[in-house]
């Protein structure tokens, strides 16, 4: 075939998502003759590939090629897909603004410039957070797709206005913006189906802020289902093919995010830390989660400490750490460091009411622990405002939460029912670990009038802790109760406390495998494998891998340790 059959084969193979076959077309069509079209389409068979530094190169040298060629309305759009990728994959703000501009340069001076002016729409929408500005940003976009029949456009832009009117408070309307976008997504109505992946994503982003998956639950099926058909390159850039969930079947970097709120610590090390590697390595970072701030404060709650202010090096003033961040200032004993934190956070974030909520939570910790009573009374009225906008489970779950905390803190005796209604909340809305710290919270109202209730919360709290792997919240749990003058931990930790993956681990350990070899067995970092030994120590509450070893032979899990596993 020659330069031109090339060009087709590889655009019908970009088509029909077999991305390899794209590239090699393309590759030889630009071996062939060098033109604009093999550069364009080898650059985004690349993305596909999930080699977007790549795409991003060869796309901006196909801009130039076009520019040379006077096809300026082509260059528009590679500017703006330019300016989209670098804002929305890599943060790039200067990259991005470059590139915004200079579409805005060509499309100036285009008599027809067809739908481009929508899509500058849409990516100046992108460069702000999910305000309500940015809504009208989003909505000339959604305006010119349907002027022009821009199906891909409309997809993109209807999602981008809903989640800005959600951030924003309109929380009904921009659902309905959401479910229409995914309807038009799903039919088959766009022809390009990044922006497919790019409803998805942001689908979950809503629904994880409102912490309500009923939105996602509609369009399961067709998540999986199409996952399995594409897949999603840089969109995804931390996407595994082991997991079976429907979120970590999109998405290692919501994965390890959501494992951590339920409670599953031990999935949550082995995501969040592949995720943070491939951050670090690559640039790229999921589109909704920060993975930095979720592996901060996993290692808070494995009492960490020093690992946790390795990880957050570098991104201490990044407000999607904020929260994080401050978790690690109070347990090292900075609450008023946690409070300049959260306060400069929440600054930013003014008429985001979506975004700003878990920062007022947290803040509500940290003005209580620095003595700011009136300060923490204030979050909590912020969180309760936003909850009654909302209405999900979680949001009222952690509504009830924070005014408990304060109840509880001035000795009023409604604190009791408002941590109880919390931890049932949190229950529902499957959030484990919340669940927990309410529970804790609950047990300490219990205490001045009802100390066996007391004792049986925390002591249901501590197993549940412990469990899990979160060991420092779990030693503040056991310290509770001695507080009450009983014993924390009622016999010795045991073996089946370890999730699978430890006992895969220690079974290892115990054939004097290093980390580097049980990484390589297990097919993990040997940066996770140590992770895994540093955490199967913490459980068993010995001091080195000798002693583990030991532990185990002479305490064996229980049949009925292994069947609530």
């Not at 996993?298 to 991104?315: C, I, K, N």
């Not at 200032?329 to 878990?358: C, K, N, Y």
């Not at 220690?506 to 390589?520: C, K, M, R, T, Y």
């Amino acid at each position: 075939m020659n330069a031109r059959d090339q060009l087709v084969a590889g655009s019908r193979s970009l088509s029909s998502g077999e991305w390899v076959a794209a590239r090699d077309a393309f590759q030889v069509a630009w071996a062939e003759e060098e033109s604009a079209d093999a550069l364009d389409g080898l650059a985004r068979a690349l993305w596909w590939l999930n080699d977007p530094a790549g795409a991003l190169e060869l796309r901006a040298r196909a801009f130039a090629r076009l520019r040379h060629e006077g096809r300026d309305a082509e260059a528009a759009a590679v500017a703006i897909w330019l300016a989209r990728e670098y804002r929305n994959l890599y943060r790039r703000r200067e990259m991005a603004d470059g590139w915004r501009s200079r579409a805005r340069s060509l499309l100036s001076s285009l008599e027809d410039a067809g739908s481009l002016h929508g899509w500058l729409h849409l990516a100046e929408s992108e460069a702000d957070s999910l305000h309500p500005r940015a809504a009208d940003q989003a909505d000339r976009a959604v305006t010119i797709a349907r002027e022009h029949g821009d199906i891909d456009l409309e997809i993109v832009a209807l999602m981008r206005r809903g989640a800005c009117m959600v951030g924003g408070g309109a929380v009904a309307d921009g659902v309905a913006d959401l479910h229409e976008a995914m309807a038009a997504a799903t039919s088959g109505e766009g022809d390009d189906v990044q922006y497919v992946g790019e409803a998805l994503c942001t689908l979950l982003e809503v629904a994880g802020l409102l912490g309500d998956p009923s939105m996602v639950e509609p369009w399961a099926a067709f998540l999986v289902g199409y996952h399995a058909s594409y897949a999603f390159g840089p969109l995804l850039p931390f996407e595994t093919s082991s997991a079976t969930e429907l979120i970590s079947a999109f998405c290692t970097g919501c994965c390890g995010g959501v494992y951590l709120v339920t409670g599953r610590l031990d999935a949550a090390e082995e995501q969040l830390s592949h995720a943070v590697t491939q951050l670090i390595t690559t640039g790229l970072r999921p589109r909704c989660l920060h993975p930095v701030a979720d592996l901060v404060e996993l290692r808070v709650l494995q009492g960490r400490l020093q690992d946790a202010e390795a990880v957050l090096t570098g991104f201490e003033d990044d407000p999607e750490c904020a929260a994080s961040a401050a978790a690690l200032d109070l347990a090292t004993g900075h609450p008023q460091r946690a409070v300049a934190r959260l306060t400069r956070a929440i600054e930013s974030l003014t008429g985001v009411p979506l975004l700003a909520l878990p920062l007022h939570a947290a803040l509500v910790d940290a003005a209580l622990a620095s003595g700011n009573v009136a300060l923490a009374e204030t979050s909590g009225q912020f969180v309760a405002e936003v909850a009654g906008t909302t209405a999900t489970v979680l949001h009222r779950a952690q509504r009830d939460h924070a005014a408990g905390k304060l109840a509880l803190a001035a000795g009023d005796a409604a604190a009791t029912a408002l941590l109880r209604s919390a931890t049932l909340a949190f229950a529902e809305a499957g959030a484990a670990l919340p669940a927990c710290r309410a529970r804790l919270a609950l047990a300490r109202s219990l205490a001045p009038h009802d100390r066996g209730l007391a004792v049986t919360e925390a002591r249901s709290v501590l197993l549940a802790l412990d469990r899990m792997g979160a060991t420092a919240e779990a030693d503040q749990a056991a310290a509770f109760l001695r507080e009450l003058g009983v014993r924390g931990r009622t016999g010795p930790r045991h073996v089946g406390l370890l999730s699978n993956r430890e006992r895969e681990v220690l079974a290892l350990v115990a054939d004097g495998l290093s980390n580097a070899e049980i990484g390589q067995r297990l097919f993990i970092s040997t940066k996770t494998a140590g992770h895994h030994v540093s955490s199967i120590l913490a459980k068993l509450g010995v001091r080195s891998r000798t002693e583990a070893v030991a532990f185990a032979m002479l305490n064996p899990p229980t049949a009925v340790n292994e069947g609530t596993r």
